[in-house]
């Protein structure tokens, strides 16, 4: 199947600084990326849709000039979550989806901030 | 926007029952059904999908049933084993391009 990366896998921050999250697809050019939150032993929650060239689109309650979201190529998308915050501790998973609607995870991130 | 619900969200067999999770989702327009596998700290994996256009999908000893008039599709897992255990989810891809993602299944198979 399809390569997804991202980079870091851990990361740990002080409160009020900024994190940036990068994902990339490695053998396969992705006609969109999502972003997703996941909590301790929950399931994946769905933060925002990144297509290449466009502004992503955030779901409900999702702040996005908290969260900002780059999509530079069709290999590469960009989470920075800004003035990050304890509650904002969590892992962080990118996806890529190419054109059969299959979507392939990356490894995640896990983010704390203290 | 789309809901889907899943049940139960916690599972436990005996090594070599069989195992089944359910799920319904609300947006009758949805069209594709994947079920991914995630081990603890790691990436889900896809291990099997199905399309609107089909009612069951087999693969060795894991199947899909999709019933579009209901709104509901289930996992079936034969013959389970100790490495079966993990978490399980279940999503749906509607119109809006999006995937939503069922509360999970946690999996423990017996030996």
């Known amino acids: 199947g399809a390569v997804v990366s991202q980079h870091p896998s851990r990361v740990i921050c002080k409160s009020g600084t900024s994190v940036k999250i990068e994902c990339r697809s490695l053998d396969f050019q992705a006609t969109t990326m999502f972003w997703y939150r996941q909590f301790p032993k929950k399931s994946l929650m769905l933060m925002a849709t990144?297509?290449?060239?466009?502004?992503?689109?955030?779901e409900q309650g999702v702040e996005k000039d908290k969260f900002l979201i780059n999509h530079a190529s069709l290999t590469l998308s960009t989470l920075t979550v800004t003035s990050a915050h304890p509650e904002d501790s969590s892992f962080y998973i990118c996806?890529?989806?190419?054109?059969?609607?299959?979507?392939?995870f990356g490894p995640g991130t896990r983010l704390t901030v203290t | 926007g789309e809901n889907v619900e899943q049940h139960p969200s916690t599972l436990s067999v005996q090594e070599g029952d069989s195992a089944v999770i359910k799920c319904t989702y609300s947006?009758?327009?949805?069209?594709?059904f994947p079920w991914y596998k995630q081990e603890l700290g790691k990436r889900p994996q896809l291990i099997i999908d199905i399309r609107s256009n089909v009612g069951e999908k087999k693969d060795q000893r894991i199947a899909v049933t999709l019933n579009k008039t209901a709104k509901h599709f289930s996992l079936h897992i034969t013959e389970t084993q100790p490495e079966d255990s993990a978490v399980y989810f279940c999503?749906?891809?509607?119109?809006?391009?999006?995937?939503?993602f069922g509360t999970g299944t946690s999996l423990t198979v017996i030996p």
């Open positions: 947006d009758s327009a949805s069209n594709y």
């Open positions: 996806s890529a989806r190419v054109q059969s609607r299959e979507q392939y």
């Open positions: 999503a749906a891809f509607n119109t809006g391009n999006q995937f939503y």
């Open positions: 990144s297509n290449e060239g466009s502004k992503a689109t955030y």
